[in-house]
């Protein structure tokens, strides 16, 4: 099955700090989605790019669907954006409707 | 605007005890429904989904099995929970066939969770 890689898997930022997550993955898709986990569990939905570029206030995502991977930019970062940042694919190849997931990138905001 | 609720939202319970997690959606007709578990804080894993009442898909083998009685309500159970069973359950939903208006039909959602600990 196709195969999601994430890096870095722990980022630490001051606040105020840009960064950049990745998400590589194996095969081509036709869903690809970007989530943040809350320190409750909640996952919230950021992003659903299987290509192309896209802009929501600081955060920011582009996906290279050709080359396989996609980036989510985090700019001016705050403490509220500490938690889990998890990239999710879906293949057409793939039976059903599995998103198959990364292993995260954990991001530590200080204050 | 579409919701989606789970509960309980925490559970323990004792090997060998039965288990009962619900999910329903509220807004949308026909969902698809999907049960995830994260085990450990990291990558969720596709156990069971489902694309109208009473068709149900298991990703994995396992104890746990799932029905849809209900357009809109999906649940989990087990009727003898194991230690390796802890976990936090999510469950999702995305646009089914036949939807009006503009959606993207493999975009997924999830609900708030529930967080098992099995003793």
């Known amino acids: 099955g196709i195969q999601v890689e994430q890096s870095p898997p722990d980022l630490i930022l001051q606040e105020g700090a840009n960064s950049t997550l990745r998400c590589n993955f194996s095969d081509s898709v036709n869903n690809l989605q970007w989530f943040h986990q809350n320190p409750w569990g909640q996952l919230i939905n950021l992003f659903y790019?299987?290509?192309g570029t896209k802009q929501n206030g600081r955060l920011s995502a582009t996906t290279v669907a050709t080359e396989r991977y996609s980036l989510l930019y985090i700019s001016s970062s705050q403490t509220t954006d500490s938690g889990v940042y998890f990239c999710?694919?879906?293949?057409?190849?793939?039976?059903?409707?599995?998103?198959?997931f990364g292993e995260g990138t954990q991001l530590t905001v200080n204050p | 605007s579409q919701t989606i609720h789970q509960w309980p939202a925490t559970l323990v319970q004792p090997v060998g005890s039965p288990l009962s997690l619900e999910c329903t959606v509220e807004g949308t007709s026909n969902p698809n429904l999907y049960w995830y578990r994260q085990a450990a804080g990291r990558g969720l894993q596709l156990l069971f989904y489902s694309v109208g009442i009473g068709q149900i898909s298991s990703e994995v083998p396992q104890n746990l099995s799932a029905s849809r009685p209900q357009d809109r309500q999906f649940i989990l159970s087990s009727k003898k929970l194991l230690l390796s069973d802890s976990g936090f359950y999510l469950c999702a939903w995305s646009h089914g066939k036949g939807t009006s208006g503009r959606v993207n039909y493999n975009e997924q959602f999830f609900g708030p969770g529930t967080r098992l600990t099995v003793l």
């Open positions: 999710a694919v879906r293949s057409p190849e793939t039976s059903g409707s599995r998103l198959t």
């Open positions: 790019i299987p290509s």
